[in-house]
């Protein structure tokens, strides 16, 4: 079954999650393979194919190994592959994904801002935050994969 096209049918809404997008990828002091390794494990929690494909591209630009990268699902066994900020960032994106089971324990919370403090910490939230829309726009209009067969 087709699709609406959202961008087409809501620019102006298309617009507006694209700013927050454009915020959390060029407004804060986070490192981009930082943003994009948050975007990554975001969008495999929430099954989002078309994002899955596009941050795995961007982090792999970025440098990132693909040993590493297939590796990201399963992070918490290959911890020692991920510096402290990386698997800070990675718990918190799965605590803030998954807000209806966790509700984003004190326990959480309080681990994550000692490793970012509390402004980049609103700005790692905002980043799932916008994620989380995007895979949902994504998944709801069937955004296909850029991979080919």
Not at 45 to 68: F, P, Q
Not at 77 to 98: D, G, N
């Amino acid at each position: 079954m087709q699709r609406a096209n959202w961008f087409a049918v809501s620019p102006e809404g298309a617009k507006a999650v694209g700013s927050l997008h454009h915020f959390v990828t060029t407004g804060t002091s986070l490192p981009s393979l930082l943003v994009h390794l948050v975007f990554l494990r975001v969008s495999q929690l929430n099954g989002c194919a078309h994002c899955i494909d596009i941050h795995t591209r961007d982090l792999i630009k970025e440098g990132m190994s693909v040993e590493k990268i297939v590796l990201v699902p399963v992070w918490h066994e290959a911890a020692y592959l991920f510096t402290e900020q990386e698997r800070a960032a990675l718990a918190w994106s799965e605590e803030v994904t998954r807000v209806s089971e966790t509700h984003a324990s004190d326990e959480a919370y309080a681990a994550a801002e000692a490793v970012f403090g509390e402004k980049d910490l609103v700005d790692l939230t905002l980043t799932i935050a916008a994620m989380n829309a995007i895979n949902r726009m994504g998944i709801s209009f069937r955004l296909k994969p850029r991979a080919k067969a």
